[in-house]
């Protein structure tokens, strides 16, 4: 599937239009060979648990690169353990794992079903807003970007935040790397 999508920064108290589905926490963990091949290729390989099911999901190059809209190739996962013990016995390790919260909503808008996430990530306080339509072919996602960039504009929602949630985390991680040298405590005499 084609996964146009298109994610927001957003105030914390953003109440989505539309149905009310269950919250969830995804557990994430991203995998990719020590020299980083997958990522340095725009490509994800990513494990996800939640609801007690777990999901492998293979991420294209963004096929949009204003909105880092991806093709993803996705299916659930008898055993989450033993599906990650595969992809390390293929080569592959993990490299990034984050949790994110997510209240979900379902709405239409132009004839498109749009799936709404409210989404924090244990890594930063900030909150944003994914809306996502899924396309069977890239030229239909494609055409979907316009009408979410309108649903988005008409619930208030201006600020895109483009990149990708692993990218985020990358960049807090090099941020927490820049923390300022302390002076050690004075030796005891």
Known sequence: MFEAEIKYAADAAFAPAGEALPETVYRDVYFDTP?????AAGRELRLRACDGATVLTCKRPP?????????????????????????QSLGYAPRIAFSKRVRRHRDAFHGLALDIAVVTVD??????????????????????????????????????????????????????????CRTPP???T
């Not at 190739?73 to 595969?86: F, R, Y």
């Open 63 to 87: 096929f949009d690169t204003d909105t880092a809209s991806k093709e993803e190739l996705e299916t659930v996962v008898a055993d989450g353990a033993a599906m990650a013990a595969i992809l």
């Open 35 to 39: 020299d980083d091949v997958l990522a």
């Open 186 to 188: 004075s030796p005891r």
């Open 123 to 180: 890594f930063a306080p900030e909150t944003f807003v994914e809306i996502e339509h899924l396309a069977q072919t890239r030229e239909a996602a494609l055409a979907a970007l316009p009408h979410i960039r309108a649903y988005a504009a008409a619930h208030g929602l201006t600020r895109e935040c483009p990149r990708a949630y692993t990218a985020l985390f990358l960049a807090h991680l090099a941020q927490k790397e820049k923390t300022p």
